[in-house]
T-cell receptor, first 113, second 113 residues
């Protein structure tokens, strides 16, 4: 069945460093790849997304890259800040306009001041 | 814009009891998802509705879980009878249609004792 693998499961960086989280997906028909940030006890919230017709997208300190051939996509956070500490989930859509979102298992990011 | 509303926020029940969760999606969103999020894991899709029809319920434990979305708006998720392993946060999400940005509710934290 559909699957999304996410690595690493935990990531610890110093404030100001960059953080990279990687995901792979199994269905070559997937066309939408969102990233969610979930702070402790709160709902997942979308931070950036990318569609399969785009290779890279940036929003201030956050960027996402997509390699359709290899079926993987990555989240890049530059100049990390303590408030970036949270669990980050990648997801991939399956099934087109009737499709759903399958989530990775999450990466717990800790940014140390 | 009002977000996805869920109730209750917290529920504690004994095993073998029944419980129901309610979700009101964002107005105009055709797609509604129920996810189960066990502590430390990513959201796992239980069921997806497109309007009032079920699109995907392949991971719904149908011997104990049921869900409905009458009139294509509000939805309820029921567990009967509950097991200890059902302890989790149940997240409702909605999107304009499948394969697009999903907006999450605050979730219902279920503890089965």
């Amino acid at each position: 069945g559909e699957n999304v693998e996410q690595h690493p499961s935990t990531l610890s960086v110093q404030e100001g460093d960059s953080a990279v989280i990687k995901c792979t997906y199994s269905d070559s028909a997937s066309n939408y790849f969102p990233w969610y940030k979930q702070e402790l006890g709160k709902r997942p919230q979308l931070i950036i997304d990318i569609r399969s017709n785009v290779g890279e997208k940036k929003d201030q300190r956050i960027a996402v890259t997509l390699n359709k051939t290899a079926k993987h996509f990555s989240l890049h956070i530059t100049e990390t800040q303590p408030e970036d500490s949270a669990v980050y989930f990648c997801a991939a859509s399956y099934g087109g306009s009737q499709g759903n979102l399958i989530f990775g298992k999450g990466t717990k990011l800790s940014v140390k001041p | 814009e009002a977000g996805v509303a869920q109730s209750p926020r917290y529920k504690i029940i004994e095993k073998r009891q029944s419980v129901a969760f309610w979700c009101n999606p964002i107005s105009g969103h055709a797609t509604l998802y129920w996810y189960q999020q066990i502590l430390g894991q990513g959201p796992k899709l239980l069921i997806q509705f497109q309007n009032n029809g079920v699109v995907d319920d392949s991971q719904l434990p149908k011997d104990r879980f049921s869900a409905e979305r009458l009139k294509g708006v509000d939805s309820t998720l029921k567990i009967q009878p509950a097991k200890l392993e059902d302890s989790a946060v149940y997240l409702c999400a909605s999107s304009f249609h499948g394969g697009t940005e999903a907006f999450f509710g605050q979730g219902t934290r279920l503890t089965v004792v």
